[in-house]
């Protein structure tokens, strides 16, 4: 069974510019300088969140985010991360 460790915990999984907070990672998506680990790990942790199983959404994510192209995947990061702010009805990338 793959497990959350797989994300980096213990490691800052949303580590990157601004800090390892999901508000710095949020930041990042605003100002357009996430990373394609951010993007993977924003969408991961939401489907978890969400209540998929932790296998389920790595294997979701290693099929259609992992390697693909960036733009898109990255808007569904943002707005996943965006929702944990704002609630999913209002928020914005």
């Known amino acids: 069974m793959i497990t959350i460790s797989r994300l980096g915990i213990g490691r800052a999984p949303l580590a ?3 800090g390892d907070t999901a508000a710095a990672c949020h930041k990042r998506f605003l100002e357009k300088i996430y990373s394609a680990t951010d993007v993977e790990n924003v969408i991961t942790l939401g489907l978890i969140g969400g209540g998929m199983p932790e296998d389920e959404a790595f294997a979701l994510v290693d099929e259609h985010v992992v390697g ?3 733009e898109a995947n990255a808007l569904i990061a943002s707005e996943t991360i965006a929702a944990l702010f704002a609630g999913k009805e209002d928020a914005q990338a």
């Open 16 to 18: 990157g510019p601004y």
């Open 68 to 70: 693909k192209p960036l």
